[in-house]
């Protein structure tokens, strides 16, 4: 039987969060994210499993911002939605969708709710000891919009550093912003600029903003991150208190170094060297990039192949963190998982299947990049470069596999 416990809504507590449940893809209105963070914020650093959280109704609706006559109601449609959501996360090869709770019940005579997580979050909210992010729930439950609900939690895990890089289309997805102001400009008036008015108004961090761009396009965005003090007189006593600190946090090497603990590996000050020669920028970017991925089992060997085939330049600082450069390190890492010998042509198509499904490029497009990198590929993995085959041959050889998929398939039905 589960364990229940009544507990007060308290602005106070501390939500913990594991950087990759900061890092799902989910979209979530803002009232169904204040419902998930004000349960979290009740999980104690001694909690080896999940409750059922009970909490006074009145003070809940209080806290979510949920008003009206009608309050009640409207509280039992939005949980009744936020249990048919799901979140995705992705662990190795794997990408699951998981609902955020498994129970909500209304004790309507004792006027209380009961709310308990869905057990698979338990890695992500439950002892954690590393690469999670902290902040007080009070920070986030007078945000109106969603959009700066996200972008508070995107940018707190990253306070220490001081600032954050996304493309476009990562910031959007990361968001739930995908198919919304397709106009950067109009992402920026509508999304980014109330989420930064917001965040400096309400929360104890602000930011500015960095627009990159490409030719005249905006392509990234930098947000520079401000922590913010009590006061002006305390903001210039820590200042003087850690100024060593301060000068410290914004070298190369305390960053590279904060960034890989994010990672969960620690960068020796030997390595940092090794890799400065690429380019500061250029490897700043390459571990931001790798933020997003959780298929790479050795991020410091990942990086350096990475850097040296970059053969990193002024020309190529931009395209160095690109997809087309990721491609090579990623198929080695993803061959390297298996310890049986391969043969090459078994290693050829599963190359192309794998760039077509995890870059979405079209055949001709994988096949054209297997050819370029093939080379490299097979002597990182011990085999002999097999005679080159058309693009006609690879074609050819999938219709041969999707017209016997098929025909297994119509055997099946009979």
Same mark, same amino acid.
């Given at each position: 039987?589960?364990?229940?416990?009544?507990?007060?809504?308290?602005?106070?507590?501390?939500?913990?969060?594991?950087?990759?449940?900061?890092?799902?893809?989910?979209?979530?209105?803002?009232?169904?994210?204040?419902? +998930?963070?004000?349960?979290?914020?009740?999980?104690?650093?001694?909690?080896?499993?999940?409750?059922?959280?009970?909490?006074?109704?009145?003070?809940?609706?209080?806290?979510?911002?949920?008003?009206?006559?009608?309050?009640?109601?409207?509280?039992?449609?939005?949980?009744?939605?936020?249990?048919?959501?799901?979140?995705?996360?992705?662990?190795?090869?794997?990408?699951?969708?998981?609902?955020?709770?498994?129970?909500?019940?209304?004790?309507e005579s004792e006027g209380t709710i009961d709310i308990r997580f869905d057990p698979f979050?338990?890695?992500?909210?439950?002892?954690?000891? %590393?690469?999670?992010?902290?902040?007080?729930?009070?920070?986030?439950?007078?945000?109106?919009?969603?959009?700066?609900?996200?972008?508070?939690?995107?940018?707190?895990?990253?306070?220490?550093?001081?600032? %954050?890089?996304?493309?476009?289309?990562?910031?959007?997805?990361?968001?739930?912003?995908?198919?919304?102001?397709?106009?950067?400009?109009?992402?920026?008036?509508?999304?980014?600029?109330?989420?930064?008015?917001?965040?400096?108004?309400?929360?104890?961090?602000?930011?500015?903003?960095?627009?990159?761009?490409?030719?005249?396009?905006?392509?990234?965005?930098?947000?520079?991150?401000?922590?913010?003090?009590?006061?002006?007189?305390?903001?210039?006593?820590?200042?003087?208190?850690?100024?060593?600190?301060?000068?410290?946090?914004?070298?190369?090497?305390?960053?590279?170094?904060?960034?890989?603990?994010?990672?969960?590996?620690?960068?020796?000050?030997?390595?940092?060297?090794?890799?400065?020669?690429?380019?500061?920028?250029?490897?700043?970017?390459?571990?931001?990039?790798?933020?997003?991925?959780?298929?790479?089992?050795?991020?410091?060997?990942?990086?350096?192949?990475?850097?040296?085939?970059?053969?990193?330049?002024?020309?190529?600082?931009?395209?160095?963190?690109?997809?087309?450069?990721?491609?090579?390190?990623?198929?080695?890492?993803?061959?390297?998982?298996?310890?049986?010998?391969?043969?090459?042509?078994?290693?050829?198509?599963?190359?192309?299947?794998?760039?077509?499904?995890?870059?979405?490029?079209?055949?001709?497009?994988?096949?054209?990049?297997?050819?370029? +990198?093939?080379?490299?590929?097979?002597?990182?993995?011990g085999v002999t470069v097999p005679v080159t085959k058309s693009k006609e041959e690879i074609?050819?050889?999938?219709?041969?596999?999707?017209?016997?998929?098929?025909?297994?398939?119509?055997?099946?039905?009979?």
């Amino acid at each position: 039987m589960w364990s229940s416990e009544l507990v007060e809504v308290n602005q106070s507590n501390f939500v913990t969060k594991s950087n990759r449940l900061i890092e799902a893809n989910y979209k979530l209105g803002a009232i169904e994210q204040k419902i +998930i963070l004000c349960l979290a914020s009740n999980i104690q650093p001694t909690d080896s499993d999940f409750k059922t959280y009970t909490l006074p109704i009145k003070e809940f609706t209080s806290l979510l911002g949920v008003k009206g006559q009608h309050k009640y109601s409207d509280l039992k449609r939005i949980t009744k939605e936020l249990m048919q959501k799901v979140f995705e996360v992705r662990i190795d090869k794997k990408v699951i969708q998981v609902a955020w709770l498994s129970y909500v019940a209304y004790n309507e005579s004792e006027g209380t709710i009961d709310i308990r997580f869905d057990p698979f979050l338990r890695p992500y909210l439950l002892e954690l000891k %590393r690469e999670f992010t902290s902040y007080k729930l009070e920070n986030v439950v007078q945000l109106k919009s969603t959009y700066a609900i996200r972008i508070y939690e995107l940018l707190k895990q990253y306070e220490k550093i001081q600032e %954050r890089t996304f493309s476009l289309s990562e910031l959007r997805r990361l968001l739930g912003a995908e198919d919304i102001y397709p106009a950067y400009g109009n992402f920026k008036q509508r999304v980014l600029m109330p989420a930064q008015k917001e965040l400096e108004n309400k929360t104890d961090i602000s930011f500015d903003l960095e627009e990159i761009k490409k030719g005249r396009k905006v392509t990234k965005v930098k947000f520079i991150i401000h922590s913010v003090t009590k006061s002006k007189e305390e903001q210039l006593r820590l200042f003087e208190e850690n100024l060593d600190e301060f000068k410290l946090a914004n070298s190369f090497t305390n960053r590279v170094k904060k960034l890989g603990l994010l990672m969960g590996v620690t960068i020796t000050d030997e390595m940092i060297q090794t890799w400065e020669k690429y380019g500061q920028e250029n490897v700043l970017l390459l571990m931001e990039k790798l933020q997003y991925r959780n298929d790479v089992e050795n991020p410091i060997g990942y990086i350096t192949t990475v850097l040296k085939a970059s053969k990193a330049s002024e020309e190529s600082q931009v395209e160095l963190v690109s997809q087309d450069q990721m491609m090579l390190p990623y198929l080695i890492s993803y061959f390297k998982r298996s310890k049986e010998p391969m043969a090459d042509w078994f290693i050829a198509d599963e190359a192309v299947k794998e760039l077509q499904k995890h870059y979405s490029m079209e055949l001709d497009k994988a096949v054209a990049k297997f050819e370029e +990198i093939k080379e490299e590929l097979f002597k990182e993995l011990g085999v002999t470069v097999p005679v080159t085959k058309s693009k006609e041959e690879i074609e050819h050889q999938q219709q041969e596999i999707e017209e016997l998929l098929k025909q297994l398939r119509l055997e099946k039905t009979v």
